[in-house]
């Protein structure tokens, strides 16, 4: 741990908190820290938060966090300009990590518009473009993957964001930590979980609880997609259910990887 | 080695023996499988459990744990003094003792003592228990079958009643002080040699007995075999997870959401992991899951030997039974039973 200097009054970094195509829900969740939040809020200066303040976004700021796909040219634009002027910028939630759940509509979204808003989108919709996660647009420097996001694990982000950290991102993928919880598989029982390809870190608290993995901490990069189909297969599964159930939060990146022929 | 004999109907009154002064961790029923877990009473014990999830090494080199705490503004450093708890591993089996043998040679290593599972391992006293293998076990190819050092108490039935093999003074004292202790009889003895035949002849004939594991080891490095295992790897680290011998760990710091104070941890860590071998400047010097699962392989069949004198993997089929993909070291006897073999292409 690099020795901490606490800013003197009126140097604390400058934090934005851009809320793009989502829920919202991780911007909520970070509330959820309740206990913590104001120690939190004190290392900081949280320059524009809309869900908390009608104050503009500043001109300047050091840190922007991002929840949301990009779904809009505006949306594009906002992400670009907020690169441009921060030293970091932290992708937050499912959404923002991996196109999540707008990212269903990656593929033929002239369609999806169709179906829902007819011959015209309204005008409020924007320039729509084919939802992509925030990495497509700009370089992010960290990461809060899953739906919601862990607001802890946020925490955790954000002071590696302002002070450094010796952590380092594992892609290794949920089944191995879902083991230290003992709580067996649910392939024994024919149900299909998607911790076999999706990244780990959340802890497996899904599978703890008693559900089995949705995938939404995204696809890891070493996820090995043929040997999970091969073991949906050989657990009775059609594999169409599994890719099916992997294309909920990881429909661009699946979409990217056919389109150069990829095997994954 | 000294040896007595007590009824099976005695096992309460030890475990509530054992529970006035220590907590009991012991293997427990949960979901379709089984977990080393703290036990209230007796009655929650499986004493003839099959095998566990995991292992119970998870007691004595937690997942996560705490090194020491500092003050990232002061830049001060408090040693970390967490109060070790007496604890008594009951029930462990004789892959696990010699599972927590090498942990225990690794951690106690005088180059470089590991006070923290050394503190644990000090604090816990084993009380193991015969079983009868299952299908994945392959202890008996390990040289893991029996535990000879590592334990203070260590339980066979046979039949009604267990032969007793006392390996602690503490232990024996306990023991002593909660059962009615008999000397072994005759027919105790012959009970005894009936039961380790049985045992000796349950193990799955399936699983070959392969000799010059490590040497097969080495001059089989460079065969497309491992390709096969890479290729399949999910890279989840659940071989490691369960393994009652992997110790390998991270370290990393953790900030309270303060900002101020924080602790340095070390987390457990596995060969199979992409970032395993990751290097500064980024360099990964085994980038592929053919080499991570070579290694893997290599560390428990041959790497271990040239320090420790015996083989890492004790060969409890943990390993064997959590992976999706069937990779383990069974699969790395079947592969070695394969060549050479007069049929083989």
Not at chain 1, 188 to 213: E, Y
Not at chain 2, 246 to 273: H, K, M, N, Q
Request: negative net charge; aromatic residues 8%.
């Amino acid at each position: 741990m690099n020795k901490i200097r606490r800013p003197s009054e009126g140097t604390a970094p400058r934090v934005v908190l851009i809320g793009l195509a989502s829920c919202f829900g991780c911007q909520i969740n970070i509330t959820n820290i309740e206990a913590h939040l104001l120690e939190v809020l004190g290392q900081i200066d949280m320059a524009y938060w809309q869900l908390t303040s009608s104050d503009p976004m500043p001109d300047a700021f050091d840190v922007a966090v991002i929840e949301g796909a990009v779904t809009t040219e505006e949306a594009a634009a906002t992400v670009r300009a907020a690169r441009e002027r921060a030293r970091c910028v932290i992708a937050i939630g499912a959404c923002a990590a991996t196109g999540g759940i707008p990212g269903m509509a990656a593929d033929d979204l002239a369609a999806h518009s169709a179906r829902v808003y007819g011959d015209a989108a309204p005008r409020a919709c924007g320039a729509m473009r084919a939802p992509v996660p925030v990495s497509a647009v700009v370089d992010v420097d960290f990461t809060v993957p899953c739906c919601p996001i862990d607001p802890f694990q946020f925490v955790r982000v954000l002071d590696a964001a302002l002070y450094g950290s010796n952590r380092l991102e594992a892609t290794s993928v949920l089944c191995g930590e879902c083991k230290r919880n003992e709580r067996g598989c649910f392939f024994q029982d024919g149900t299909l979980c998607l911790g076999l390809v999706t990244r780990s870190g959340c802890g497996a608290k899904c599978p703890a609880l008693g559900r089995p993995c949705n995938g939404c901490a995204g696809l890891s990069p070493d996820g090995n997609v043929r040997a999970a189909r091969f073991v949906a297969a050989r657990s009775g599964m059609e594999v169409r259910r599994f890719d099916e159930a992997l294309a909920m939060f990881n429909a661009v990146a699946l979409a990217a990887a056919d389109e150069e022929g990829g095997n994954r | 080695m000294l040896y007595r004999v007590i009824d099976r109907d005695d096992l309460p009154s030890l475990v509530a023996a054992f529970m006035e002064r220590y907590e009991v961790i012991a293997p427990v029923k949960r979901g379709a499988g089984y977990v080393f877990s703290p036990v209230g009473s007796f009655d929650e014990i499986c004493i003839d459990y099959p095998s566990t999830i995991a292992s119970p090494k998870k007691y004595l080199l937690p997942p996560t744990e705490t090194l020491f705490e500092f003050d990232a503004v002061e830049n001060a450093v408090t040693d970390y003094t967490e109060e070790v708890r007496p604890r008594v591993l009951f029930g462990v089996h004789a892959c696990d003792i010699n599972g927590l043998m090498n942990l225990g040679s690794v951690f106690a290593d005088p180059r470089y003592p590991d006070p923290y599972f050394q503190a644990h391992r000090g604090a816990t006293l084993i009380v193991g228990v015969g079983c009868m293998p299952s299908e994945h076990c392959f202890c008996n190819l390990m040289d893991s079958e029996e535990a000879r050092p590592g334990y203070d108490l260590f339980l066979t039935a046979i039949g009604e009643r267990y032969l007793v093999s006392i390996g602690s003074v503490v232990g024996a004292n306990i023991l002593e002080g909660a059962c009615d202790v008999r000397e072994a009889t005759d027919g105790d003895r012959i009970a005894f040699r009936a039961a380790t035949r049985a045992r000796q002849e349950a193990f799955n004939p399936a699983i070959p007995d392969i000799q010059e594991i490590p040497m097969l080891m080495d001059a089989f490095h460079e065969d497309a075999f491992w390709g096969e295992l890479g290729e399949r790897c999910l890279s989840c680290n659940a071989c490691a997870s369960v393994c009652p011998t992997c110790y390998c760990f991270d370290i990393r710091d953790t900030l309270d959401p303060g900002g101020v104070s924080g602790r340095r941890e070390r987390v457990w860590d596995a060969c199979t992991s992409p970032q395993f071998a990751m290097v500064a400047g980024g360099h990964n010097f085994r980038p592929t899951a053919t080499e991570r699962v070579r290694h893997r392989m290599y560390h428990k069949l041959n790497g271990f030997l040239a320090t420790h004198d015996r083989s890492l993997c004790v060969g409890c089929g943990r390993c064997a039974a959590a992976c999706k993909v069937d990779i383990s070291p069974i699969e790395v006897l079947r592969f070695f039973e394969r060549k050479g073999a007069d049929d083989a292409c």
